[in-house]
């Protein structure tokens, strides 16, 4: 079993900064590739970013994409997504997730864990 928790979340005028953390406990954390995903009211949960266990590879979706990076600690087994230049369309609920896997997943179904979500919300 593996608990994650996120935080950083809040609210923030467009064009400013936010930096998530996701904070894994119960298993290595180096075990497992991680991923964030955001849903915003109405709408589908969808893939922002996900990164391998050593964090050597990344890949983003492409409306986050040059915009938005993430990283990992394996250390501090906490995962981060800087978000820069942010937009209203960027306003939803962020959830971080885990997969015991080794690649990169860009789908829901392949995460096993999931941590409750931050909530972002971007000004005009």
């Known amino acids: 079993q593996v608990q994650l928790v996120e935080s950083g979340g809040g609210l923030v005028q467009a064009g400013g900064s936010l930096r998530l953390s996701c904070a894994a406990s119960?298993?290595?954390?180096?075990?497992?590739?991680m991923g964030w995903f955001r849903q915003a009211p109405g709408k589908e949960r969808e893939f922002v970013a996900t990164?391998?266990?050593?964090?050597?590879?990344?890949y983003y979706a492409g409306s986050v994409k040059g915009r938005f990076t993430i990283s990992r600690d394996n250390a501090k087994s906490t995962v981060y997504l800087q978000m820069n230049n942010l937009k209203p369309e960027d306003t939803a609920v962020y959830r971080c997730?885990?997969?015991?896997?080794?690649?990169?997943?860009?789908?829901?179904?392949?995460?096993?864990?999931w941590g409750q979500g931050t909530q972002v919300t971007v000004s005009p």
């Open positions: 990164i391998n266990t050593s964090g050597s590879s990344t």
């Open positions: 119960g298993r290595t954390f180096s075990y497992y590739s």
């Open positions: 997730a885990a997969d015991r896997g080794s690649g990169l997943p860009m789908r829901p179904s392949q995460y096993d864990y």
